[in-house]
């Protein structure tokens, strides 16, 4: 039996290409496929930590290219033409949005002082009396300024404001009614208050109050006067002409400045018929009907209706009626009266008269809405008893 000698195998030298794998340039190509560093993979240096003297030559350092001339100079003129460019756009959009806003704000201003501050302004005055005030700038103003008032007689409080703008070297301002404001005489009333504080009266009554305020004018300085008058009850005589007075010192002129109180009266809602009582036989009866139907206008008139043998009511002709009116101006009332003429007989006892407003009236009674309703009445007639010859 032979002996055969076991031989090693061949030993292979490692090629070097397979060294790459292993080393740095690798591991930062592998980390830029993971994390997309691209200035991993291009980094001009190597690391100084290398396990084999084979990597020294093995594989060759990476360089990066240098940047043509001009070209970087180029990207940042680029780069600062694009934040010029947005920095005006931004600049534009936020002075176009401004100016927008302040567009808006001044037409809300506008509608704000047509709709409401003008309509107020030609709802609180009436009367406007201004000056130029000696001594003081020429666009400086006083204004006494006071407002026509309507109410009815008997309901419930009004008040009669007059309102002094600007005032200087004032030394009284009142409020109060001229004599002869209805036409006709009556009792002076006055309210004066003086700078002092003190206030007067002529012709005080517990139905009627005063109320004033000073403040000093925050806009074009003076000071600002209120006097209000105040009625708790308002009679008919209290109509009339009022008049508000600022009174000044050294000499100055004083000024004023009127206003109208118009009372008015409501109709009654009762009709009212009169028939005399034991009408004789064959004599003429006179029936007369009255109605307060509210001042300084009447609210309607009357007429009269007769009712028929078959129950129906005949309206009368106006020319079988007389009426007339009577205006009482201290009551506030115009007073309708209208009379019918009848020749008693045998026929008219027993007749059944109507008396209603022309319209169809509403009033307010016991603050309830209320129709003034018709009145009806039965005429009744009494023979003449003959008186026997006492002889």
Not at 145 to 154: F, H, I, S, T
Not at 187 to 193: A, T
Request: one cysteine or more.
């Amino acid at each position: 039996m032979g002996l055969h000698s076991k031989t090693a195998p061949p030993q292979y030298e490692r090629p070097a290409w397979t060294t790459f794998f292993e080393g740095d340039l690798y591991r930062r190509y592998q980390d830029y496929m993971q994390n997309k560093k691209f200035s991993q993979i291009l980094s001009n240096r190597l690391s100084t930590q290398t396990t084999t003297s084979s990597l020294s030559e093995f594989p060759p350092k990476l360089y990066s290219l240098p940047a043509e001339p001009g070209t970087t100079n180029k990207t940042n003129e680029c780069r600062e033409k694009d934040r010029r460019r947005r920095r005006r756009r931004t600049a534009c959009m936020v002075c176009l949005l401004m100016l927008l806003m302040t567009v808006i704000a001044l037409a809300v201003g506008l509608i704000i002082h047509f709709l409401f501050v003008e309509d107020s302004k030609e709802d609180r005055i009436s009367t406007e009396v201004s000056f130029s005030i000696p001594g003081n700038r020429s666009d400086i103003k006083e204004k006494l300024l006071m407002a026509d008032v309507v109410e009815y007689m008997n309901e419930g409080p009004i008040t009669l404001t007059c309102h002094i703008q600007h005032a200087r070297k004032w030394k009284s301002f009142s409020i109060g009614r001229t004599e002869n404001g209805t036409g006709r005489s009556q009792p002076k009333l006055s309210v004066v208050v003086h700078s002092s504080g003190a206030v007067t009266w002529n012709g005080q009554s517990p139905r009627l109050d005063v109320h004033y305020m000073t403040e000093p004018s925050t806009d074009e300085g003076g000071t600002n006067l209120t006097i209000t008058l105040t009625f708790f009850e308002v009679y008919c005589r209290d109509a009339g002409d009022y008049v508000c007075e600022l009174k000044k010192l050294d000499n100055m002129p004083s000024s004023t400045t009127h206003a109208s109180l118009h009372v008015k009266g409501r109709p009654s809602a009762q009709l009212l018929i009169i028939v005399p009582e034991d009408v004789l036989f064959k004599e003429r009866i006179r029936v007369t009907g009255a109605w307060s139907a509210g001042y300084p206008e009447a609210w309607g008139g009357l007429v009269w209706d007769v009712k028929t043998p078959n129950e129906n009511f005949v309206r009368l002709p106006g020319s079988d009626t007389t009426t007339y009116t009577e205006v009482d101006r201290d009551t506030c009332e115009v007073i309708i009266k209208s009379v019918i003429e009848l020749g008693s007989n045998n026929a008219l006892n027993g007749t059944v008269v109507r008396l209603s407003t022309n319209e169809e009236v509403v009033v307010v009674a016991n603050s309830m809405p209320r129709i003034v309703e018709p009145v009806v009445e039965t005429i009744y007639t009494v023979s003449r008893v003959p008186v026997s010859n006492p002889t």
